[in-house]
């Protein structure tokens, strides 16, 4: 088991990896999830998308609109 991170930003690039890692393995493009979170309300672009997981500045409603547009049932902590 990975120990959970220590600092805030361990928690942001860890958050920015699981998404990158999710949206490959959904075989989803940041401009496929932006037309995704559109349908939330949110107004992202493709260089958002990438600006946001680039620099690891992920805001809690961003991740969790995320795993929702991919249809993720949960993640665990430890998967992060």
Known sequence: ????????????????????????????TYE?????????GFSETKASIANKLARATVPAAFFLACLAALELQGVRLEDI
Not at 15 to 20: D, M, P, T
Not at 32 to 40: S, V, W, Y
Request: charged share 45%; proline share 0%.
């Open 32 to 40: 496929e999830l932006a037309e995704r979170l559109k349908k939330q």
């Open 1 to 28: 088991m990975m120990a959970f991170a220590k600092t805030e930003q361990e928690w942001a690039e860890r958050a920015a990896r699981h998404l990158k890692a999710e949206l490959k393995r959904a075989d989803v």
